[in-house]
């Protein structure tokens, strides 16, 4: 849910990038950080306990455009992977507007995924959303290893419905962008619908 900041003119939306652990949520959001102009991003913040990081920067993009003279400012989140940080990540979820899940695209991993992208879709029922009217886009991480799960597979088991998606190397920066700049169309689509 958008929140609108009157006196700066801005429209606040998050975006959370969901997926199993060491799947490469927080390389995509480092990679962003690290390619955000300073004037255009806030700091990069992780929240760490001795067992579990969640990390959050928001951003202004410019190229993305704007609604009704309002700019959209993008706030980024990361979810703890591990299963047994289903608190924190009912959390983070609170007032979505937009899903990445980074898939990670080992054959060994697929079990993981598949659990991972059902307790999403949970988490996010148990608050009203429903992951198919929710902007979402795949991202299907580690391209680069050997030991990859074919595209066709990894759709059919994880995109049955057809969601954007790309292929990504995150800790190249390969994909990365291309799978933020989805989500935030997505987005900016919906917004214009309300606004």
Request: proline share 5%; aromatic share 10%.
């Amino acid at each position: 849910m958008s929140f609108i900041n009157y006196s700066s003119r801005e429209i606040n939306c998050k975006i959370v990038y969901y997926g199993p652990g060491l799947c490469g949520k927080t390389t995509n959001l480092q990679y962003i950080y690290r390619r955000t102009s300073p004037e255009q991003k806030g700091k990069l913040i992780s929240l760490a306990t001795e067992t579990e990081r969640t990390l959050f920067f928001d951003f202004l993009p410019l190229a993305l455009g704007d609604i009704k003279g309002f700019k959209v400012r993008f706030h980024l989140y990361t979810v703890p992977g591990q299963v047994f940080y289903a608190a924190s990540r009912k959390l983070i979820l609170k007032g979505v507007d937009g899903v990445v899940f980074v898939a990670d695209s080992q054959i060994e991993r697929m079990d993981a995924n598949i659990e991972s992208l059902e307790d999403l879709r949970i988490n996010l029922a148990e608050q009203g959303y429903e992951l198919e009217r929710l902007p979402f886009t795949m991202q299907y991480n580690k391209r680069d290893l050997p030991n990859i799960a074919p595209l066709e597979e990894m759709n059919s088991l994880l995109n049955p419905d057809g969601a954007p998606w790309f292929e990504a190397v995150a800790i190249r920066g390969t994909g990365v962008i291309d799978t933020l700049k989805s989500v935030g169309r997505d987005i900016l689509r919906e917004l214009r619908k309300h606004y």
